[in-house]
């Protein structure tokens, strides 16, 4: 009998004594209208109608006394009534830092600012007499969730960062000191633990081409310092079904800047080396960076009251942060802010899979807990995945039943309009296409607006259309659109590869510019072609695929005697093998046509998987806020899309749910034909907390009964953006139990409770990426034999665990795309940290394990999860043009694209960022 695998994920259970103990200082009810006055002097002051900056004050608390704090709640309509403190403060301090930070928000300047100031606030805040209480006994426990108050999660938080601070990290024979900043994250401060690397020795070559060069001949460039410092998130989550509180841990590598331009974040030591760093928020760009308002205010406050100076000023200084304050270059010290955006770094990201392991290790020596483990299920999931030959999916293309999977899309034929601004872009096109659908001869010869046969059922038509795709007004591109040649076939699909122009540093520099009124600059976004071609072809029912140009020349591949072209087709494979991107768009262009190899239902019905003929459904949501986010003028949209997988005989018939608008009613349609009336019109308005929205998913599911049949169906959702809709998807309310209308509350409590039982979900499956910081991440694995005996594991892994002490709650191991490569830098950080690693390896980006959590919420009741979970895990395996695992199964992956090809997508503010492949 084979050994068990399990894997241990970076958190462990929280228990009593970890939780610690929280001082309350329970407001008097008095103190309401006090709140409510300063809120309306705030606003007259600052010209705003929000509320106050409550995280001013907290702040000040935080690094002044040592210790956590929270007001609770800290909403308009209901002002803070609890103040939780991890130690107690003396009333005058308490007092003191209220006073400071009520003149500070009434813009008292700093030197100004007096202790005695009247304050019937502050002397209210100092009369409470608090009580200590274990934070544990604030924690709401049930059988199968678990729930507490915004207060409690800080609090938990803050004494769990201090006792791990209280330990050293150890690592590769270090011994690493840990510092607590006031947003309970540890830091590696001590400048000694820095991670540091300069161009010159992140250059693989530069011993063989600069061996003999002195430090003193080489730019500055390449010798400037740059340095980077490991930062690691602490924090109390949940997981489903688990009655059991976590303290989970999440690692980053945080780069460090040499200058505060366009810095978004940063630390201030204090002068007490055991004080907690203060967390800066900063604002603006360039050179018109600067504290962000709310650190402002508690920065002035903190200063008064522990009279110890942040910058050195002069008398007429005005600015908190002077000139002096701005450059960071040189030795780090008690002022860091961090790298702003992603660019060039000689230090790569992630700290690797080694790392992680050893802060498994510090979790459980500072925590005496073990760590969550989960059991080993089911160890190969990629049944019958996508496979490609040097980028071409041949398995689908040479199909003896690809007509099949053509009719089960919605056509017997494709047909492609090639539609290009440059010559060797098109020169780009032509191979590429000559390719994946079989035709090498046709490689450097295809004439121009006239319909030329390929393989593979496809058809191909090259337009030159530099009018059309050129960057500027839009005034006429419809007409430009409406005279292409081949848009309309009988019986056929049409798709469009369109050439596209981009380059994204320069836009970010003309959208800043236009944005600060800059002479002649003008927002790239206002006149990019891509979006209006877009939404212009789908009104002619044509889907387009947009196709930039590489970022550097790709040299073609060399032949080796292990690759040798054995035909003409396999040749130009070679030559091409090296344009990924050029691949991913043919890729993606085949999967919004829909097209489905059978190998699908291999993968699904296969040993451990479901044996039931479902369809399978994926819902996805996403909120864009717009104009809303900043102005609060505008609704914000919201965009829900529903596919359908659905078993037709030996093929697949993928199908998508348009909501009906304004612009036109909704339904279900084929894939393809979905998209195309999805990116005519806008995204709706909308908003996840509209009660409506539960019962209009509900209507689109009625109408898929009507679509399918007596066949059953599975719906899998993204527990990003659904838990807030329906109680049940959200882990604390577990044990809540619908009432005999399905609702809980004034809620429905699934999707689908509102309909007949017959048209209900067989199964409600809920996926989260650990790309979301309330999912744990892989740290280990252990094999354990039959006496229980203990043994070291393999370092990496790719299959689905079943949590310990729940039924209903997996884990499914993802070695990232990046790190299965055959390059030295894809196993980079397994054996050895960032602190013991040469330059050149500094550099390059090091990968860890990531995990997705199936939760299965609904099932029936006389069936076991475990085939339901085996199901989700195989359809992550099963994207339609993608090779690696996706963060979420086939179907919400497939609602997930939709959502990023429709012209509007995040062509405004978005309300977070919640989606993923």
């Keep these: 009998m084979s050994d068990d695998v399990m894997m241990s994920l970076l958190a462990c259970p929280l228990s009593p004594d970890i939780a610690g103990s929280v001082w309350l200082y329970r407001l008097p009810d008095k103190i309401e209208p006090e709140w409510q006055r300063l809120r309306g002097q705030y606003r007259a002051v600052a010209h705003t109608d929000g509320n106050l900056p409550y995280s001013g004050l907290l702040t000040v608390l935080r690094a002044s006394g040592n210790t956590s704090a929270t007001l609770w709640p800290s909403s308009k309509a209901h002002p803070p009534r609890i103040l939780a403190l991890s130690k107690r403060l003396s009333a005058a301090h308490l007092r003191f830092a209220v006073v400071l930070w009520e003149q500070a928000l009434l813009g008292v300047k700093p ?15 100092a009369s409470v007499e608090p009580e200590q209480t274990r934070t544990w006994d604030h924690i709401r426990l049930g059988p199968r969730a678990v729930d507490a108050d915004g207060w409690v999660f800080d609090a938990v938080n803050s004494n769990v960062t201090a006792r791990l601070a209280a330990h050293r990290l150890n690592v590769d024979g270090l011994e690493i000191p840990l510092r607590a900043d006031c947003e309970n994250n540890l830091v590696v401060w001590n400048p000694e633990f820095l991670w540091s690397n300069t161009w010159h020795a992140a250059s693989s070559s530069c011993s063989s081409k600069t061996s003999g060069t002195g430090a003193a001949d080489l730019p500055e460039w390449k010798t400037r310092r740059y340095r980077a410092a490991l930062r690691i998130d602490v924090a109390m989550k949940s997981v489903h079904a688990l009655p059991v509180p976590l303290l989970t841990l999440r690692p980053h590598v945080s780069r460090l800047s040499s200058t505060i331009s366009s810095a978004r974040s940063g630390w201030l030591a204090p002068r007490s080396p055991h004080a907690p760093l203060l967390n800066i928020a900063l604002g603006g760009t360039g050179k018109n960076t600067h504290l962000e308002h709310t650190s402002r205010l508690a920065l002035d406050a903190w200063v008064r009251l522990k009279d110890e100076p942040v910058f050195p000023r002069g008398d007429d200084s005005q600015e908190f942060l002077p000139a002096g304050a701005r450059d960071l270059s040189g030795e780090p010290g008690n002022f860091r802010v961090l790298v702003p955006f992603s660019t060039a770094y000689p230090i790569g990201r992630s700290v690797g899979i080694h790392t992680v392991a050893a802060l498994a290790d510090h979790l459980e020596t500072a925590t005496g807990q073990n760590l969550l483990r989960a059991r080993q299920v089911v160890k190969t999931l990629g049944i019958g995945t996508r496979q490609t030959d040097n980028g071409r999916d041949a398995v689908l293309l040479d199909d003896a039943s690809l007509d099949e999977i053509m009719h089960a899309a919605g056509c017997s034929r494709l047909r492609i309009l090639a539609l290009y601004q440059h010559q060797d872009t098109r020169t780009r096109m032509q191979r590429l296409l000559a390719y994946h659908f079989n035709r090498p001869e046709l490689a450097d010869r295809m004439p121009e607006d006239e319909v030329v046969a390929l393989g593979c059922r496809a ?13 500027g ?33 320069q836009w970010r520099k003309d959208r800043r510019d236009a944005a600060h009124n800059v002479e002649g600059a003008v927002d790239p976004y206002l006149i990019d072609a891509k979006p209006k071609v877009s939404r212009l072809l789908a009104r002619h029912g044509v889907l387009a695929q947009f196709i930039t140009k590489p970022k550097k020349k790709k040299r073609p591949a060399p032949a080796t005697e292990e690759a040798q072209p054995t035909s003409p087709l396999s040749a130009l494979g070679l030559e091409l093998k090296s344009d990924h ?13 829909g097209m489905v190899h059978p190998r699908l ?47 037709v005989g030996e093929q697949w018939t993928t199908l998508a749910y348009v909501p009906p608008n304004r612009h036109g009613a909704g339904g279900w349609h084929n894939y393809a034909w979905a998209q195309a009336i999805s990116r005519q019109n806008p995204i709706p308005e909308g908003s996840r907390s509209e009660s409506e929205l539960p019962r209009r998913i509900d209507q689109a599911l009625l109408q898929l009964h009507d679509v399918i049949g007596t066949t059953g169906y599975v719906l899998y959702l993204s527990g990003d953006s659904t838990r807030s809709v329906w109680p049940l998807l959200s882990n604390k309310n577990a044990d809540l139990l619908p009432d005999e209308a399905g609702h809980i509350g004034d809620r429905p409590a699934l999707p689908g409770a509102t309909l007949e039982s017959s048209h209900r979900p067989r199964a409600i499956i809920r996926t989260t990426s650990s790309k979301n910081p309330n ?39 993802r070695l990232p795309l990046q790190a299965t490569g055959g390059t030295p830098s894809a196993k980079l950080g397994r054996k050895n940290s960032r602190w013991t690693a040469a330059g050149a390896d500094q550099a390059e980006n090091w990968h860890c394990l990531t995990s997705t959590e199936i939760a299965v919420i609904d099932h029936p009741a006389d069936e076991d999860p475990l085939p339901y979970a085996v199901t989700a895990a195989r359809l992550c395996t099963h994207a339609l043009a993608w090779l690696g695992r996706t963060q979420h199964p086939l179907p919400v992956h497939a609602a997930i694209q939709m959502d990023m090809n429709h012209p509007d997508y995040r062509r405004t503010v978005d309300s977070d960022d919640e989606n993923g492949l």
């Design 459 to 471: 058809e191909v038509l090259f337009h030159h259309a530099p009018a059309l795709l050129a960057h």
């Design 111 to 125: 030197d100004s600012m007096a202790l005695d100031h009247p304050s019937t606030l502050a002397d209210l805040f």
């Design 775 to 813: 999912i744990p991440v892989p740290a280990t694995f252990h094999t354990v034999d039959d006496l229980g005996t203990e043994a070291p594991g393999p370092r990496t892994s790719n299959a689905l665990f079943q949590l310990d002490g729940s039924a209903s709650t997996y884990f499914m191991s």
């Design 601 to 647: 239902t291999r993968a699904i019905s296969h040993r451990g998987g479901l044996q039931h003929c479902v369809a399978h459904v994926g819902l996805h949501l996403r909120e864009q806020r717009g104009a809303f986010y900043k102005k609060r003028t505008d609704r914000p949209s919201l965009m829900w899309i529903l596919t359908a997988f659905v078993p």
């Design 473 to 505: 007004d839009h005034a006429q591109r419809p007409g430009l659109v409406a005279d292409l040649p081949g848009l309309q076939a009988d019986d056929t699909g049409v798709l469009a590869l369109v050439e596209t122009e981009y380059d994204a540093k």
């Design 581 to 593: 991107a050029g691949h991913n768009a043919i890729g993606d262009m085949l999967r919004a046509a």
